[in-house]
């Protein structure tokens, strides 16, 4: 008979399968599929550096990733439902924070391929833009005008506290499984830094993007990960406590709940703002039309 933790653990699977697979890959496909319609190439060249079948193609085959994973997610909570005998990995009831981990890796690489043609995308653009006028916004851009203190201090302090979590509740004691999640801590945050550096700094992507569009996605870039980062030390937190209490029977609960607010924290909330209809998008209009 299952354990309350395998009553908890089988619906919040299925709620990762849903959200990370389906939900939040269906908002995509209606956000690109609105964005054809209502901005077509006819009348909105720079838009569009590749032949529309070509983002036709590239959306169908988003959606059909999407679906395939979500229907290997539903036979592993099959397997895990009827088939997995969790007793023989561990204590009775025992189910592996692997479980929704890999899946929870697989559910994210429509996202990286996204990301890569997004990429690809912008760069395809900035080949196309034959104008010989350049703008650009000669006002510093620094962190604070956009996004607030209060939210960087919050981040900051949450990463400090969790690697601080980590060395007292082990008093003060350094192991080499210490180094490792303090390692794993400072690489993320280190990465999330770059990232946001190259927000600030870097050149932009788009060159057609107004000055206000890219003020607005440089700001909603930047909470976005602020937030993740939040999750990533709360996370750390709970990984600190099961090291040291007898709590491992909630590590696939944990992982398959972390996997879904880092979703919402990042693709949910900058899908959300993309929702918003603020961009501006004369900027690729023909302009002989």
């Keep these: 008979m299952p354990t ?34 209502k901005y077509p190439p006819a009348q909105y060249p720079k838009l569009y550096p590749q032949t529309i079948d070509k983002y036709l193609i590239g959306q169908w085959k988003y959606r059909m990733f999407n679906y395939a994973i979500a229907a290997i997610g539903f036979i592993l909570l099959g397997l895990l439902l009827f088939v997995v005998d969790h007793a023989s990995f561990a204590d009775d009831g025992y189910i592996s924070e692997a479980w929704p981990a890999f899946y929870g890796m697989l559910q994210f690489l429509p996202l990286i391929v996204l990301e890569i043609s997004a990429s690809g995308q912008m760069k395809l653009m900035r080949d196309n833009n034959t104008s010989t006028t350049r703008s650009a916004d000669l006002t510093p851009r620094r962190l604070f005008d ?4 209060a939210l960087v201090a919050a981040a ?35 990465f999330f ?20 569009d890219r003020a607005r996605l440089v700001s909603r870039n930047l909470r976005s990960l602020l937030f993740t980062s939040i999750a990533i030390s709360a996370f750390a937190v709970l990984q600190s ?30 899908l959300q703002q993309q929702l918003s209809d603020d961009i501006d998008f004369e900027v690729y209009r023909d302009a002989s039309a």
Excluded: C
């Design 241 to 270: 406590l099961d090291s040291v209490y007898d709590i491992d029977y909630l590590d696939a609960v944990v992982m398959s709940l972390y996997l879904q607010v880092v979703a919402i924290l990042s693709f949910g909330y900058l």
């Design 4 to 37: 309350w933790t395998e009553n908890l653990f089988y619906p919040l699977f299925a709620a990762q399968i849903v959200l990370l697979s389906i939900y939040l890959p269906s908002k995509m496909n209606k956000l690109m599929s609105a964005a054809l319609e």
């Design 146 to 149: 956009y996004v607030p203190s």
């Design 156 to 190: 900051v302090v949450a990463a400090l506290a969790a690697a601080l979590f980590e060395m007292a509740i082990h008093d003060f004691v350094w192991s080499s499984d210490r180094a490792a999640r303090l390692a794993i801590l400072v690489v993320v945050n280190a």
């Design 193 to 212: 830094l770059v990232i946001a550096y190259n927000l600030l700094k870097g050149r932009k992507p788009d060159p057609y993007q107004s000055a206000a």
